[in-house]
């Protein structure tokens, strides 16, 4: 079965400017994650969807990150505007609960100058 | 509020010796433990879980993890470390969203 997709796997902006990442889960996954994983850590979840709802958002700064998942399958993380702090790797995961597995993609390296 | 605990940045070990990647865990109730490797450029992969059951749990490509709930820790090992092993492991608990500990970058040298 096909993985995880995610594009672009580099991004280079300017503060202030905006930028998007696409994601698209393995065939069949209701739950979609992203995560950030900014250098030295662990990733840490930004949003949880199942089919095209919002299950968590609560560590998304709002201000500036949006996500969406209109047909519940593909799905879309916006950062607007960014800021130097926003330089990390974005992951996408997606998985079904009953296996409590997460399957990640190779995820958006975002450098913000 | 839940938490994992990666106490050694890197680990060092010589091929054919045994390999120990350690995590402890804070969470209220019964935790769901994960751990994750990652390779340079790549995604987290799964190697194994504890849901469940019995308190050693095997995994992908020969790893093997101990749940021990008095001491609430996780500790991921291998017999026998291959140069292949190398890369950046990362310990997990869910509950009910997922927590990843810091990641420790292991080595094993020729």
């Known amino acids: 079965e096909a993985g995880v997709a995610q594009s672009p796997r580099y991004k280079i902006i300017e503060k202030r400017q905006s930028v998007a990442f696409w994601c698209n889960p393995i065939?069949?996954?209701?739950?979609l994650y992203w995560y950030q994983q900014i250098l030295g850590q662990g990733p840490k979840l930004l949003i949880q969807?199942?089919?095209?709802?919002?299950?968590?958002d609560s560590q998304l700064p709002k201000d500036r990150f949006s996500a969406e998942r209109l047909k519940g399958v593909d799905s879309t993380l916006k950062i607007q505007p960014a800021k130097l702090e926003d330089s990390a790797v974005y992951l996408c995961a997606g998985g079904g609960l009953a296996k409590n597995i997460q399957y990640f993609g190779a995820g958006t390296r975002l450098s913000v100058l | 509020a839940q938490s994992v605990a990666q106490p050694e940045d890197q680990v060092n070990v010589a091929e054919g010796n045994p390999l120990t990647v350690k995590c402890t865990y804070s969470?209220?109730?019964?935790?769901?433990l994960f751990w994750y490797v990652q390779y340079p450029n790549r995604g987290l992969q799964f190697l194994l879980k504890?849901?469940?059951?019995?308190?050693l749990v095997k995994g992908s490509y020969g790893f093997e993890a101990e749940f021990n709930k008095s001491q609430t820790s996780f500790h991921l090992k291998k017999p026998s470390a291959l140069v292949s092993d190398s890369a950046l492991y990362f310990c997990a608990v869910r509950a009910p969203k997922l927590s990843f500990g810091a990641g420790t970058t292991v080595t094993v040298r020729a």
């Open positions: 504890y849901i469940t059951g019995d308190n």
């Open positions: 969470v209220s109730g019964n935790p769901y």
């Open positions: 065939s069949g996954h209701a739950t």
């Open positions: 969807f199942q089919n095209n709802g919002v299950v968590d």
